[in-house]
Nanobody, 115 residues
Framework: VQLQASGGGLVQAGGSLRLSCAAS????????MGWYRQAPGKQRELVAD???????KYADSVKGRFTISRDNAKNTVYLEVNSLKPEDTAVYYC??????????WGQGTQVTVSS
């Protein structure tokens, strides 16, 4: 399993980005996929996930601003991040957990929000 994350960058507060996670070795439409983030000095936290039925969940801190989706044809999961705040600054990771609860992580993509 390989997860290739991209799309991060430096944006001003209020700006938007689209993060992508291209997967190989698994079929994203048949599995639960998630986006996590880790800010300096903080624990990694779940931001959003989408299950095989397309049901999505979000952390309270990002509800209404972030949207997780997937493109089955491209086998890619996306995270649209809007109305960004400085506190959204973190490295964002995509995640797949297999049936044995083993976590696979992408390499992370940095999102930096300036005030």
């Amino acid at each position: 399993v390989q997860l290739q994350a991209s799309g991060g960058g430096l944006v001003q507060a209020g700006g938007s980005l689209r993060l992508s996670c291209a997967a190989s070795g698994i079929i994203v439409s048949r599995n639960a996929m998630g986006w996590y983030r880790q800010a300096p000095g903080k624990q990694r936290e779940l931001v959003a996930d989408i299950n095989s039925n397309g049901i999505t969940k979000y952390a309270d801190s990002v509800k209404g601003r972030f949207t997780i989706s997937r493109d089955n044809a491209k086998n890619t999961v996306y995270l649209e991040v809007n109305s960004l705040k400085p506190e959204d600054t973190a490295v964002y990771y995509c995640n797949y957990k297999d049936i044995w609860n083993y976590d696979y992580w992408g390499q992370g993509t940095q999102v930096t929000v300036s005030s």
